[in-house]
């Protein structure tokens, strides 16, 4: 507990706080010492000193009070401040040298006595050690007047928690090892939960008569997970007396509130490690979080907007302005989901999509054959000025760039509300229009709703999906949106005839009531230009950000992480009906780490076939979706979201002949731990998904 003190009869006067670290000689002291040194380590509260001290005849008026029962008090005084060291044998003892005693407020037959105050403040039910190293007295008294010693102090209990440490010495040559760390305490003051802070320096100085020696940094105290060490160029060194060192450290809470924890540096000190206070206040933000928006078109080389009118040549890029346009803030995004369509290309080639002002990774967004006709989900990280790079490899060919929405890179877009987060689900067919009311007439578009249970349905406020047109009668488009007014003007699929066409979309939906359920669902629409087949699947849900263990997205640059072609993630070329398990680098990933965005390309099949992606090591038996469908002879690439399951691993399916395969990962959704549902930070298993119960309620409207 904290309350004012009266020690051995001397009142404190004054309230006031010691005004600053006392300054301490460049140099190393000399014997006889008379100094008093206090570290205030991790101990929080301020109580009974605020800040650490080195008090010697150079900076402060000391003084020595003995008495008869071996009892001492040290006084060091600087203007109108002061810090009293008080202490004791166990009763009825006389100190030895060499000696280390337990200590706590009062001395008992077991325990000395410590107590440590400065100005007015003090502490109760102290408990600490002091260990004697020299004890010299008066030959005609027998009262102390050669003293040294080391002492560890605490005040447990309430907010005061940790360790003060320290060194006597009155007229003592025995030396002493000591540094302080500074600022102490460290604070972070708020910080968005699960994000990582700028670091905080705290520089040690070497302030004892010897040199010392550092060992490792490290990280304790009540909630160490949420600070980390991330520099020091202390350990394995060795300072002289006024050297110093420096280690760096971050926050990076896991849990709402306040959290505290301990900077730790071992020493060859009497008590081993120096201790600094680490605190930090946790809040929810929205940084990772996804803002579904209506499709806008930010870029069309044909008609010139966005872009010179003109077709992107070999080799070439465009920088494409897409902050503050669309719909999308014109700062605070981390990324952008894009619809990118490739159209007319002049030779077979790729589009890599990157952050503008970065180098251009060895990834492709998407790939095509010439003459091609066909579009891309692509997300992309926002480069120098809100801008993406758009680079064609060969050839020459139009592109078009559709935004359907964007990822908080931080929290100042809060203004705009909660954001959503990501549910993955295992694929499962919403709508086939071959086993279901036929193909979609050219001109109109299916509306339905998907139904996932009274509790999940009315959170949803986008739905990802992988829509395919099959076998259309002509080149055309699809468009898939939330069914508000007219069919917007931009594109989700793009077919030519005849072609099996698939894509990943991130579809807003509009909730409607439902009356017989008594809860509202989600609705959403696809429109067909020409008349085509439509296979629709889910492969996830954007909730509302309240759902339980709900993912969060940190985007990367293209990092490419297979290439069967030369054996990596994948060895050789995938067989027909063959499985192949793919483990993330563990560079990429993370224990919270649950899905990868990426862009998988099948590159050049034997014969048509079907490419399946889905979670490995949950138990989970290949779903009946498709994630690419490639014709024989085809480069052809589509967007997934991978689901990695709890050794970091997921599985490839090939049906038909063989194919090689690309994976480039563009960013990671991690369980966000605001609204885990479990008390630790690990991936939530396969059977604890949300479930659909019902998509058949589709209408066919003229578009």
């Given amino acids: 507990m904290r309350r004012i003190r009266t020690l051995l009869g001397v009142t404190a006067a004054g309230a006031c706080v010691l005004a600053g670290l006392p300054s301490v000689a460049l140099a190393a002291p000399t014997a006889p010492f008379k100094v008093l040194t ?13 800040q650490s001290g080195v008090y010697d005849t150079g900076n402060s008026n000391l003084s020595l009070t003995p008495d008869s029962l071996d009892r001492v008090s040290v006084y060091a005084y600087q203007q109108s401040s002061y810090v009293n060291l008080r202490t004791e044998p166990p009763t009825g003892q006389k100190w030895v040298e060499g000696q280390t005693y337990r200590a706590g407020e009062l001395a008992d037959g077991t325990s000395a006595g410590l107590s440590l105050a400065s100005d007015g403040r003090g502490c109760g039910n102290t408990s600490g050690s002091i260990t004697v190293r020299e004890v010299g007295r008066n030959l005609e008294t ?40 500074s600022p102490n305490p460290v604070s972070f003051g708020f910080q968005e939960l699960a994000t990582r802070s700028a670091a905080k320096t705290v520089t040690f100085t070497s302030v004892g008569s010897k040199p010392i020696t550092f060992g490792a940094a490290s990280i304790g105290g009540p909630t160490p997970d949420s600070f980390s060490v991330t520099s020091s160029n202390c350990s394995g060194r060795t300072l002289a007396p006024g050297e110093t060192c420096t280690v760096s450290v971050v926050t990076h809470p896991v849990k709402e509130g306040v959290h505290t924890g301990s900077l730790l540096l071992a020493d060859d000190s009497s008590t081993g490690t120096r201790r600094v206070q680490l605190s930090v206040e946790a809040f929810r933000g929205v940084t990772g979080m996804y803002y579904p928006i209506s499709p806008a ?6 008609t010139g907007l966005g872009a010179p009118k003109a077709r992107i040549g070999a080799g070439k890029k465009v920088d494409l302005q ?6 999308v803030p014109s700062s605070g995004v981390s990324s952008v989901v894009l619809n990118v369509t490739v159209t007319g290309p002049t030779a ?3 589009l890599t999509l990157y952050p503008a002002g970065q180098s251009r990774p060895t990834g492709s967004s998407i790939n095509f054959p010439k003459y091609w006709l066909g579009s891309n989900n692509v997300t992309v990280k926002l480069g120098s000025g809100g801008k993406v790079s758009v680079y064609n490899h060969a050839g020459s060919t139009d592109v078009v760039v559709d935004v359907v929405g964007f990822y908080a890179g931080n929290n100042s877009i809060s203004s705009r509300g909660w954001g959503s987060q990501y549910q993955w689900f295992k694929p499962s067919r919403l709508w086939d229009s071959r086993t279901d009311g036929g193909a979609l007439p050219g001109g109109y578009y299916t509306d339905g709703p998907v139904d996932f249970g009274a509790d999940f349905s009315p959170r949803v406020q986008a739905l990802v999906l992988n829509i395919t047109a099959v076998s259309p009668k ?28 698939p894509n990943l979309a991130v579809v807003k939906v509009r909730q409607e009531w439902n009356s017989s359920k008594g809860y509202s669902l989600p609705w959403f629409a696809v429109y067909t230009s020409q008349t085509s087949n439509i296979v629709i699947d889910l492969v996830g849900v954007m909730d509302d950000g309240t759902a339980p263990d ?4 940190t985007p990367l640059a293209p990092t490419r992480i297979v290439d069967s072609r030369i054996s990596q993630g994948i060895a050789g070329a995938v067989g027909p009906g063959a499985v192949r398990k793919v483990t993330a680098p563990a560079n990429l990933v993370t224990d919270a780490t649950e899905a990868l965005a990426m862009n998988v390309t099948a590159v050049s099949p034997t014969n048509n076939t079907v490419i399946t992606v889905w979670p490995a090591d949950y138990g989970m038996s290949k779903p009946s979706a498709s994630n690419l469908n490639p014709a024989a002879g085809q480069t052809v690439s589509n967007a997934v979201l991978g689901v990695i399951g709890p050794l970091d691993a997921f599985n490839v399916h090939n049906l038909s002949g063989t194919t090689h395969l690309v994976a480039d990962v563009v960013g990671t959704f991690w369980l966000y731990p605001g609204t885990a549902s479990a008390a630790t930070l690990t991936r939530a298993a396969a059977t604890e998904r949300p479930e659909v119960v019902d998509s058949a309620q589709r209408v066919t409207r003229r578009g």
């Fill in 322 to 327: 897409v902050a503050g346009r669309g719909g």
């Fill in 142 to 181: 027998g009262l102390i007047e050669k003293f040294a010693a080391s002492y560890d102090y605490s005040c447990p209990g309430g907010t005061n928690s940790g360790m003060i440490s320290g060194e006597l010495r009155w007229d003592s040559s025995v030396d002493y090892v000591v540094a302080h760390g």
């Fill in 550 to 553: 709900g993912l969060r997205f």
């Fill in 474 to 501: 002509k080149a055309g488009f699809l468009t898939a949106w939330d069914g508000v007014g007219d069919v917007p003007k931009s594109s989700t699929v793009n077919y030519g005839a005849g072609k099996v066409v």
């Fill in 348 to 350: 077979a080639s790729f």
């Fill in 297 to 302: 078109r930010l870029m069309d080389t044909r």
């Fill in 38 to 50: 206090v570290d205030v380590g991790d101990q929080t509260g301020g109580y009974p000193v605020y």
